[in-house]
């Protein structure tokens, strides 16, 4: 699996529940933004390994 699958995977699996409510809750947003963060963190550690 290469890392662009994975976290691709990663990134659909985290936004899609999250893609309606989360932009009117700032709450949901804010924890939205730390998932995108992580998992952006992630595809680079998966990218230089």
Do not use: A, H
């Not at 947003?29 to 998966?46: E, T």
């Amino acid at each position: 699996m290469t890392p662009s699958v994975f976290s691709i995977q990663l990134f659909s699996f985290f936004l899609n529940p999250y893609m309606d409510k989360g932009f009117e809750n700032p709450e949901e947003r804010d924890w939205l933004f730390c998932n995108v963060f992580f998992i952006i963190i992630l595809y680079y550690i998966y990218l230089y390994i």
